[in-house]
């Protein structure tokens, strides 16, 4: 269950591509992120705007996403929207810089590090954020980040729990160099843990939970601590924002709808989005605790303005600082070509 930390095998991702290259973003693909997920597509006119081809993974804070397309709110707000879910995000980002899609969601450390690499974006609305829903879990003798020099962690190379590491570390005045690296999928790195074959892991929950219940280990630090710093967005192609304005504006309504249907209405809401995650409403619910979903107010919050950013601007720089230490990519982009938060603070309900 995570945004693009997950892939599918080569085959499966390729297919999904092929399919938003026919399907323009709709249509079924099974996923082995959160239990098999499927694709829908919203039915129906609506098509005041240019209509909005998305993908995104398996993940809970895309959940509002999903809400907007079933409940249909997007056409009501005068935007076709369709989604299909491509866990691999090699395979979705080729997509998007192919065209095959004009949108995409993910984490800030994930557009920082395709838009150095020649895939820019524009994130114009944030979804969620991790409040205690990715963390480190250490053994028992391990008593604060400082303790992590010379251990054995894993993590996986190139992922968001890697970012998550590095900032952690950096709290501490310490790096990545200062930690023996040890590459696994996090999920398979809380597995790894749990099994007792590393003593530290970076992961997310159910094996936060896990650690905690281990009587020989514990969750060294989650991102209650750093709720700023793993958050997702939605971001589109350049020329679609230049062009297709009013396709964002609608986007954002009809977002807005999905997100004050789910206060509303949440047993309602929660049955629209038990197939995409593979998860029973509770374990939705129960969820929602550490990945809340951001009302539009509190993504506004989190852009500012041009004048006056937000925290998303430091995250965009700080994580590309990350990748390109780690050789991940050449150079810093400037933020303020991969964020626009006019389209939400002139939102007005």
């Given at each position: 269950m995570r945004r693009c930390r997950l892939a599918l095998p080569v085959l499966l991702a390729s297919l999904a591509v092929a399919f938003v290259a026919t399907a323009c973003g709709g249509g079924d693909e099974s996923n082995g992120g959160g239990g098999g997920g499927t694709t829908a597509a919203a039915g129906g006119g609506g098509e005041a705007a240019a209509p909005i081809n998305l993908?995104?993974?398996?993940?809970?804070?895309?959940?509002?996403?999903?809400?907007?397309?079933?409940?249909?709110?997007?056409?009501?707000?005068?935007?076709?929207?369709?989604?299909?879910?491509?866990?691999?995000?090699?395979?979705?980002?080729?997509?998007?810089?192919?065209?095959?899609?004009?949108?995409?969601?993910?984490?800030?450390?994930?557009?920082?590090?395709?838009?150095?690499?020649?895939i820019p974006s524009v994130q114009v609305l944030g979804l969620d954020a991790s409040v205690g829903g990715d963390g480190i879990v250490a053994e028992k003798d391990i008593t604060s980040p400082a303790a992590l020099k010379g251990q054995e962690v894993a993590v996986s190379e190139g992922s968001t729990s890697q970012w998550l590491l590095a900032y952690v570390?950096?709290?501490a005045g310490l790096?990545?160099?200062?930690?023996?690296?040890?590459?696994?999928t996090?999920?398979?790195?809380?597995?790894?843990?749990?099994?007792?074959?590393?003593?530290?892991?970076?992961?997310?929950?159910?094996?936060?939970?896990?650690?905690?219940?281990?009587?020989?280990?514990?969750?060294?630090?989650?991102?209650?601590k750093y709720p700023?710093?793993?958050?997702?967005?939605?971001?589109?192609?350049?020329?679609?924002?230049?062009?297709?304005?009013?396709?964002?504006?609608?986007?954002?309504?009809?977002?807005?709808?999905?997100?004050?249907?789910?206060?509303?209405?949440?047993?309602?809401?929660i049955d629209d989005v038990t197939e995409y995650l593979g998860q029973e409403p509770d374990d939705v619910k129960a969820v929602m605790e550490t990945v809340p979903i951001w009302s539009i107010e509190e993504s506004k919050e989190y852009y500012g303005t041009a004048d006056n950013p937000g925290p998303i601007y430091d995250i965009f720089t700080?994580?590309?600082?990350?990748?390109?230490?780690?050789?991940?990519?050449?150079?810093?982009?400037d933020p303020k070509g991969a964020i626009d938060p006019s389209f939400l603070q002139e939102f007005s309900g």
């Open positions: 993908a995104f993974s398996t993940w809970n804070g895309y959940i509002g996403l999903v809400i907007g397309v079933e409940e249909g709110f997007f056409d009501e707000a005068g935007v076709h929207v369709e989604y299909t879910v491509i866990e691999d995000p090699v395979q979705r980002f080729n997509a998007f810089k192919a065209g095959r899609l004009n949108a995409i969601a993910t984490t800030v450390d994930t557009f920082s590090r395709t838009y150095a690499k020649g570390l950096d709290q790096s990545l160099e200062d930690v023996k690296q040890v590459d696994l996090s999920a398979d790195a809380g597995a790894a843990f749990a099994a007792g074959r590393v003593p530290v892991a970076v992961t997310w929950e159910p094996w936060l939970s896990r650690a905690e219940e281990n009587p020989d280990g514990q969750v060294l630090v989650d991102t209650t700023d710093i793993i958050t997702d967005h939605v971001a589109f192609s350049p020329d679609f924002v230049k062009e297709n304005p009013d396709s964002v504006r609608a986007f954002i309504k009809g977002y807005a709808m999905a997100v004050d249907f789910l206060g509303t209405n949440e047993d309602e809401a700080e994580s590309a600082e990350f990748w390109k230490n780690v050789g991940e990519i050449d150079s810093v982009p």
